[in-house]
């Protein structure tokens, strides 16, 4: 929970067009699951209602228990994906926007990204801009958010 509220934050100070939010994804109560008994087998596909989803989500944790002496012995070479959404709004369809408003939705969502890496890295919008190129091009077409990014940084 520490991501999301840490992304709002970001989006707070940073995005004062209040374009891009936080998004929630749900997941369904039925899964399917497809599984090869062996080498050589054919894979077979499951459905998994809700309890034999909570019954396997529980195989898989007293495995990681056994395999790691309940915590003492490290897992080297694993990894923990974790999914971030966000959610970018317009007020128009893409076109409207373009040709209408003279907005470029390339460089909101640019915008949109940085927020996104500064919130979950913990680093500046500026920090995270590797090319002194892309730091002014986008300096001039974000002045206000990466000047406030620079003031409190000082």
């Not at 520490?2 to 209040?18: G, Q, V, Y």
């Not at 460089?107 to 500046?124: Q, R, V």
Request: charged fraction near 30%.
């Amino acid at each position: 929970t520490k991501i999301p509220n840490m992304l709002d934050a970001s989006i707070e100070t940073f995005d004062k067009d209040s374009n891009l939010r936080s998004t929630k994804i749900k997941i369904r109560d039925i899964w399917s699951r497809k599984r090869q008994p062996d080498l050589l087998a054919k894979p077979s596909t499951n459905t998994l209602y809700e309890s034999d989803i909570k019954s396997e989500s529980n195989k898989a944790y007293d495995l990681l228990d056994a395999i790691s002496r309940s915590g003492s012995l490290p897992i080297a070479y694993s990894d923990l994906d974790v999914v971030v959404c966000t959610t970018h709004c317009f007020e128009k369809d893409v076109m409207a926007t373009v040709v209408e408003d003279n907005i470029n939705p390339i460089e909101k969502l640019e915008m949109s990204t940085l927020l996104l890496g500064s919130a979950i890295h913990g680093a500046k919008p500026l920090e995270l801009i590797a090319h002194e190129s892309e730091r002014v091009r986008l300096q001039s077409s974000f002045p206000l958010t990466l000047e406030e990014d620079e003031r409190a940084a000082a």
